[in-house]
């Protein structure tokens, strides 16, 4: 239905928990394959399967970053905190828009489902990128329409369905510029490129973190999602320990930052305090080029929530080994 939303003009964003995720993985891929704008909110909770349905986690990193069948472009964001939340889905509205691919929201259940008090919403600040899309009047002046066009960002010129001069084929397979099935070799290999070429191009323009903390601590604490707030609090206690600190909440996730790589390098050791058993998101920053010398993983994943005073604890033991 988002898809069909999407094909129809309008913007489309859809929501789950990880077993909704996992049963969508193939309308997700057809979305990256096809180049269908679509914002895709998991808010995770503990699994697999049903899981713990009512209790946080943040195990669906890997399946949002890696998941699908074959190689397509996908943008992974992560609020920190319900304001957050707001300026994040404008963003990944725009995103998906601008560079036509599923983008994911990744929340948590305890950020999910839960009451804060925030700053209102800055609604004049919104601005709305509709991305590459063509006119009923910009058709009409084309001497062909080709809707998977190649170019040099790898984002080709949309017009929405039923626009007089903009017919094209939508389907799940390989296809050439014009949306007709292709199992040419050379052409195969040319969309592959184009659209693993989005995420570089979309690189510059991807939501950057939140910095706080001591900017000469040489102790680093990375966190997302609900993981955030409570890193906050875990300062302040790490403070009145004699353990100066000072944190990054990367708002993108996959692809991996250069700003992300260079805050680990600038720091002696970094905590990646995440809710899983596999240390998910300090494996995501590794695959994209994380020093893992310097990272250490503080984990949670027997369904309680993620508290300042253990992760505190947990960080001066170790510091003091």
């Not at 609020?79 to 990744?106: K, S």
């Not at 800055?122 to 009047?137: C, F, I, M, N, P």
């Not at 490129?193 to 040489?218: F, H, Y």
């Amino acid at each position: 239905m988002a898809i069909g939303a999407a094909l129809a003009g309008v913007r489309a964003m859809t929501s789950t928990s990880g077993p909704g995720i996992a049963l969508m993985q193939e309308g997700i891929g057809h979305a990256g394959s096809a180049e269908i704008p679509l914002v895709v909110v998991d808010c995770q909770r503990g699994g697999p399967s049903t899981g713990l349905p009512t209790k946080p986690e943040q195990s669906d990193l890997n399946m949002m970053a890696f998941g699908g069948n074959g190689d397509f472009p996908r943008i992974v964001l992560n609020p920190g905190d319900p304001g957050d939340c707001f300026e994040l889905t404008v963003e990944a509205l725009n995103l998906a828009e601008r560079f036509q691919c599923p983008v994911y929201l990744a929340l948590d259940q305890a950020l999910s489902q839960n009451l804060a008090t925030i700053a209102p919403f800055d609604l004049d600040a919104v601005t709305v990128d509709r991305g590459k899309r063509l006119s009923a009047e910009q058709l009409a002046s084309m001497s062909e329409y080709r809707r998977y066009a190649f170019s040099d960002d790898g984002v080709s010129a949309y017009s929405v369905a039923g626009t007089p001069g903009g017919m094209s084929l939508v389907t799940g397979n390989e296809r050439d510029e014009f949306g007709r099935v292709s199992t040419s070799p050379e052409n195969r290999a040319r969309m592959v490129e184009k659209r693993a070429q989005k995420i570089e191009s979309a690189r510059a323009d991807l939501p950057r973190g939140r910095r706080t903390g001591d900017p000469g601590a040489t102790l680093g604490l990375i966190g997302v999602g609900s993981a955030y707030g409570v890193l906050l609090e875990a300062m302040e206690e790490l403070e009145a320990g004699g353990v100066s600190t000072r944190l990054l909440q990367p708002r993108t996730v996959f692809p991996v930052l250069d700003e992300t790589l260079e805050f680990i390098t600038s720091c002696e050791r970094v905590y990646v305090v995440e809710h899983n058993a596999t240390g998910q998101l300090a494996g995501i920053i590794a695959q994209g080029g994380g020093d893992t010398k310097r990272m250490r993983k503080v984990l949670r994943y027997d369904g309680l929530p993620l508290r300042p005073g253990d992760i505190a604890r947990e960080i001066i033991e170790r510091e003091s080994l």
